[in-house]
């Protein structure tokens, strides 16, 4: 079992940063791929980036490229999710999830075991 605690959001004006932090306890960190992914009021939720156990292998959706940076310390068991140049149209819940293995992160929500509760992103114009 993994426990996953997202936090770091808040309520930012557009063209600002924020940086989300992803804790996670209860089995060895290295042991499974992270991704972070959002959900917008009335929409889907969305993929918006991955990152292998390693800390390679890492993308993202084509809306967050450029401007997201996901990475993470295994030492600390925690991933990270640095946002920039934030947009009114970033904001969401923000999510991030676990995926088992040794093989990389992946855009389709259904291959992640594990979910935190997010942590809401507002960004106003």
């Known amino acids: 079992q993994v426990q996953l605690v997202e936090s770091g959001g808040g309520l930012v004006q557009a063209g600002a940063s924020l940086r989300l932090s992803c804790a996670t306890s209860?089995?060895?960190?290295?042991?499974?791929?992270m991704g972070w992914f959002r959900q917008a009021p009335g929409k889907e939720r969305e993929f918006v980036a991955a990152?292998?156990?390693?800390?390679?292998?890492?993308f993202y959706a084509d809306s967050v490229k450029g401007r997201f940076t996901i990475s993470r310390e295994n030492a600390k068991n925690t991933a990270y999710l640095q946002m920039n140049s934030l947009k009114p149209e970033d904001t969401a819940v923000y999510y991030c999830?676990?995926?088992?293995?040794?093989?990389?992160?992946?855009?389709?929500?259904?291959?992640?075991?594990?979910w935190g509760q997010g942590t809401q992103v507002t960004v106003s114009s």
């Open positions: 209860g089995r060895t960190f290295g042991g499974y791929a």
């Open positions: 999830a676990a995926k088992m293995g040794v093989a990389g992160g992946s855009r389709y929500s259904a291959n992640y075991a594990y």
């Open positions: 990152i292998r156990w390693d800390g390679g292998g890492s």
